[in-house]
Every structure is written in structure tokens, then in C-alpha cells.
């Protein structure tokens, strides 16, 4: 699934990259698109099977943060590329990038192969049976963890025409702010990894995060802030939601019936 996910999506930016015509391009974003919807299912799924228990936090960790680090560096790859070469070029080159990690996935494959999901046991057997135990706070909270990553696809979608229309900030300062949003998140995904492998109520972590996140967004949509801060607070926004990935994980990990991780 994960080999199949990146070679489709290397071969749709390829296709994009190479078109001449607008139906052309769509379809190979369409396939770009197919490729990139397996990873949430199939990443978890070999992590929680490939790595001991009381290593997952930091493995979920690395993994976010690894992400936060992408959306990062992806304006500043194609955009960068763009300007130089043209859009195709920009594409074509995303799709070298994509070719040399399905190359990477393809000959560390044999690391990846599963029976099934292990069991539990050891330091993170309490996450069935704690305070985010399956039925619990755990399968509570998951609908808010839900709306709060819809909330962020809007940050990191909309934020840049929002702040300069409503701060009248250039759209240089309103990226650079964008940016920052990522940096910040993969600091705190970072830093939430040590949590989260040190704690046992990683809803409360999850709840934390969330509701300082909120109250620093609330800050800029209400206009009350300057919009030269708007990078420092976005930054720390990232951290804050940023912080609670890891323990957002466990928490999905442990309202999971083992062996479906996938569907979850």
C-alpha cells in the first residue's frame, strides 16, 4: 500500500508536470491525490506493528515532525523552482524527489512487512486500560482531534490571503507567518514526543495544546494584534498544536481494536 501510494503520486506530479492542457493537469493531480490517501492507513499501521511499545511516541514523533518539515520546505522547493524554471519544472523536479523515495521505500521494503499488529504489552499496556482506554476519554476526544486538523488545513490554506486582507500585511510577511506556523509545529511534535512517552493522560496533553492554539488564532481572527507579530504568534500556535501529535496518536492508538489501526 505505502510502495503503491508514493509511486502513484509520483507518477500524477510527473503527469502534471509534463501536461500541456488543463484536463491534463487535473488528472494528474487526481492520481497524485489517490496516491497520497493511503498513507495515514498504512504508515500507522506498520508503526504500531514495527516498533515496541514504549518507543512509539518518540516513532510517532519523528514521523510528524518529519511531515510538518515537508509542508515546511515544499513552498520553498517549488516556489523557488518555479521562479527560476516555470511550474512544470517545479513539478517535474517534486516528482524526482518522489521517485527517490519510492526507490528508498522499495529496497528498505523487507523492513516494513507485517503479519499483523503486534500486541501490546510493556510500558504502553496502559493505554487500553487508562484513562484513554477504548470507550473512553480516548474515543471522546477523537471527533475534537477531527475538527481541530480541519481547522489547521484551513490555517495552512487560507491564512495568507486572510491576514493580508484583513492586517494589510504584504503577502511576503503573511507567508513568512505560514512558514513559521510549520516550523513551530514540527518543534512541538518534537518536543511532544518526550511527552508523550512520559505521561499517562495524554488526553489531558492533547487538551492543553488545543486550547492554547485556539486562544492564539482567536487572537489574530479578532485584529487585536499587531501584524508584524503575526509570524512570532502563528509560531507558537504551531508549537502548541504541535505538542499534542504524538499524544494525538497514542490516543487513536489506544480507542483502536487491535488489528485495525488502518480503518481507524
Same mark, same amino acid.
Given at each position: 500500500?505505502?510502495?503503491?501510494?508514493? +509511486?502513484?503520486?509520483?507518477?500524477?506530479?510527473?503527469?502534471?508536470?509534463?501536461?500541456? @492542457?488543463?484536463?491534463?493537469?487535473?488528472?494528474? !493531480?487526481?492520481?497524485?491525490?489517490?496516491?497520497?490517501?493511503?498513507?495515514?492507513? #498504512?504508515?500507522?499501521?506498520?508503526?504500531?506493528?514495527?516498533?515496541?511499545?514504549p518507543?512509539?511516541?518518540?516513532?510517532? @514523533?519523528?514521523?510528524?515532525? $518529519?511531515?510538518?518539515?515537508?509542508?515546511?520546505?515544499?513552498?520553498?522547493?517549488?516556489?523557488?523552482?518555479?521562479?527560476?524554471?516555470?511550474?512544470?519544472? $517545479?513539478?517535474? /523536479?517534486?516528482?524526482?524527489?518522489?521517485?527517490?523515495?519510492?526507490?528508498?521505500?522499495?529496497?528498505?521494503?523487507?523492513?516494513?512487512? !507485517?503479519?499483523?499488529? *503486534?500486541?501490546?504489552?510493556? *510500558?504502553?499496556?496502559?493505554?487500553?486500560?487508562?484513562?484513554?482506554?477504548?470507550?473512553?476519554?480516548?474515543?471522546?476526544?477523537?471527533?475534537?482531534?477531527?475538527r481541530?486538523?480541519?481547522?489547521?488545513?484551513?490555517?495552512?490554506?487560507?491564512?495568507?490571503?486572510?491576514?493580508?486582507?484583513?492586517?494589510?500585511?504584504? /503577502?511576503?510577511l503573511?507567508?513568512?507567518a505560514?512558514?513559521?506556523?510549520?516550523?513551530?509545529?514540527?518543534?512541538?511534535?518534537?518536543?511532544?514526543?518526550?511527552?508523550?512517552?512520559?505521561?499517562l493522560?495524554?488526553?489531558?496533553?492533547?487538551?492543553?495544546?488545543?486550547?492554547?492554539?485556539?486562544?492564539?488564532?482567536?487572537?489574530i481572527?479578532?485584529?487585536?494584534?499587531p +501584524?508584524?507579530?503575526?509570524?512570532?504568534?502563528?509560531?507558537?500556535?504551531?508549537?502548541?498544536?504541535?505538542?499534542?501529535?504524538? #499524544?494525538?496518536?497514542?490516543?487513536?492508538?489506544?480507542?483502536?481494536?487491535?488489528?485495525?489501526?488502518? *480503518?481507524?
Amino acid at each position: 500500500m505505502l510502495l503503491g501510494g508514493v +509511486g502513484l503520486l509520483t507518477a500524477g506530479t510527473l503527469l502534471a508536470g509534463l501536461s500541456g @492542457s488543463y484536463p491534463l493537469l487535473v488528472l494528474g !493531480m487526481a492520481i497524485a491525490g489517490t496516491g497520497n490517501s493511503v498513507f495515514h492507513p #498504512s504508515d500507522f499501521s506498520i508503526l504500531n506493528a514495527r516498533v515496541s511499545g514504549p518507543r512509539l511516541g518518540y516513532a510517532y @514523533s519523528a514521523h510528524g515532525m $518529519a511531515g510538518s518539515l515537508g509542508y515546511a520546505a515544499a513552498p520553498v522547493f517549488s516556489g523557488s523552482l518555479g521562479a527560476l524554471f516555470g511550474w512544470h519544472a $517545479a513539478l517535474i /523536479a517534486a516528482a524526482g524527489v518522489g521517485l527517490a523515495v519510492f526507490l528508498l521505500l522499495l529496497f528498505q521494503s523487507p523492513r516494513f512487512h !507485517m503479519e499483523k499488529e *503486534k500486541s501490546v504489552g510493556g *510500558k504502553t499496556s496502559f493505554a487500553r486500560d487508562g484513562p484513554s482506554a477504548h470507550g473512553g476519554a480516548g474515543a471522546a476526544v477523537l471527533p475534537l482531534l477531527s475538527r481541530s486538523t480541519a481547522g489547521l488545513a484551513g490555517l495552512q490554506s487560507f491564512s495568507v490571503t486572510a491576514m493580508t486582507v484583513q492586517y494589510g500585511v504584504t /503577502a511576503a510577511l503573511a507567508s513568512s507567518a505560514l512558514h513559521r506556523l510549520m516550523i513551530g509545529s514540527a518543534s512541538g511534535i518534537f518536543f511532544g514526543g518526550f511527552v508523550a512517552a512520559r505521561t499517562l493522560r495524554h488526553d489531558l496533553v492533547a487538551a492543553a495544546g488545543l486550547a492554547l492554539e485556539r486562544v492564539l488564532v482567536f487572537l489574530i481572527a479578532s485584529g487585536s494584534i499587531p +501584524g508584524a507579530t503575526l509570524p512570532a504568534i502563528l509560531a507558537l500556535s504551531g508549537f502548541c498544536v504541535g505538542a499534542t501529535g504524538p #499524544s494525538r496518536d497514542l490516543i487513536v492508538r489506544a480507542s483502536t481494536p487491535p488489528g485495525r489501526t488502518g *480503518k481507524v
